[in-house]
């Protein structure tokens, strides 16, 4: 893969800390900053994907009753999951 360089300004404690930050780890500097941005990109992707499945769990049933349990199955004809606190809720 081809590298691009970046110039960035941070203050002298910042960059001393990333210095210290990567000697700590073994690492070059930029690849202690990479490993940053890397890490910080996969977590934006985590929470969205956290998000989506609690929003998911929480509206299984509104899709359930809407679209069916299966692909075709439409409106009224799904079974209604049941729902937190009720018999038979997991």
Not at 24 to 40: A, F, H, P, T, W
Not at 50 to 64: G, P, Q, T, W
């Given at each position: ?9 941070v ?30 990109a ?28 299966e ?20």
């Amino acid at each position: 893969m081809a590298k691009t360089q970046l110039n960035v300004r941070v203050d002298e404690a910042t960059a001393e800390a990333a210095r210290e930050r990567a000697l700590q780890r073994g690492v070059s500097m930029n690849r202690y900053i990479e490993e940053l941005v890397l890490k910080d990109a996969g977590e934006v992707g985590q929470t969205f994907v956290d998000a989506a499945a609690d929003f998911m769990k929480r509206y299984e049933h509104v899709f359930a009753e809407e679209f069916g349990p299966e692909p075709g199955v439409g409106r009224g004809r799904a079974a209604t999951p049941a729902r937190e606190g009720q018999p038979g809720a997991t």
